[in-house]
């Protein structure tokens, strides 16, 4: 069984606009929300985290929402531009990492 | 200062011979763990080291997977009688403290993986 589901599978946002990427979650005793974010032929960077006790993280143009309630969090990436397009990873942590399936964003120019 | 790394890249191989993986993690990272990549999917746990406890076997798919590090530096990830079903990218990351200094603080240095394609 999945422990983390992730969604969508793919996007494709224009230059400028609003990234959305979807991930939940069944184990509460989850600790520790990281995305990541990997480029073809490189291994996965670690992009931002949050704890469950916070409920938003902001890095720049990416923020992380969090909503212990519903077991869901998600990646917003604002004013997306090209160089964003990856395949970003949302994961979770209970003495071991548990990841999503992987989004891949398409950022056309 | 130089990152993860990893050999081979990439490894073609045929059913059922053995492959040995080699990482390189980060000098002075204690924490060690192989992850697998199937195309178009996430990142699967195999297998993870912390300085001198006995490892985290509890992702390995079957018996022949294996893995080994030595101290704290070299790990090797073997695989025995390769099936068409273990081709995917094999991916070794490395952190300074892995649970022993509590996740959150943690981050984990991803090397860019061996690909691995069994005919």
């Known amino acids: 069984q999945q422990q983390v589901k992730q969604s969508p599978q793919s996007l494709i946002v224009q230059k400028g606009g609003i990234s959305i990427i979807n991930c939940a979650y069944e184990n509460t005793a989850f600790d520790y929300f990281p995305w990541y974010q990997q480029f073809p032929g490189k291994g996965p960077a670690l992009l931002i985290a949050?704890?469950?006790?916070?409920s938003e993280k902001k890095e720049g143009r990416f923020t992380i929402s969090f909503n212990k309630s519903a077991k869901q969090f998600s990646l917003h990436i604002m004013d997306s531009q090209p160089g964003d397009s990856a395949t970003y990873f949302c994961?979770?942590?209970?003495?071991?990492?548990?990841f999503g399936s992987g989004t891949k964003l398409n950022v056309k120019p | 200062g130089a990152g993860v790394s990893q050999s081979p890249s990439n490894k073609v191989t045929e059913k059922g011979k053995d492959v040995e993986l080699r990482c390189d993690p980060i000098s002075g990272h204690t924490a060690l763990y192989w992850y697998r990549q199937r195309l178009g999917q996430g990142l699967e746990f195999l297998i993870y080291f912390q300085g001198n406890s006995a490892p985290d076997k509890s992702g390995l798919p079957s018996d022949r997977f294996s893995a080994e590090r030595t101290g704290e530096s070299v790990s090797t990830l073997t695989i025995q009688r390769t099936q068409q079903e273990d081709s995917a990218v094999y991916l070794c990351?490395?952190?300074?403290?892995?649970?022993?200094?509590?996740?959150?603080?943690?981050?984990?240095?991803f090397g860019p993986g061996t690909r691995l394609l069994v005919l």
């Open positions: 990351a490395s952190s300074l403290r892995g649970i022993a200094g509590g996740f959150d603080r943690e981050t984990q240095y």
């Open positions: 949050i704890r469950p006790d916070v």
């Open positions: 994961a979770a942590t209970i003495n071991k990492f548990y």
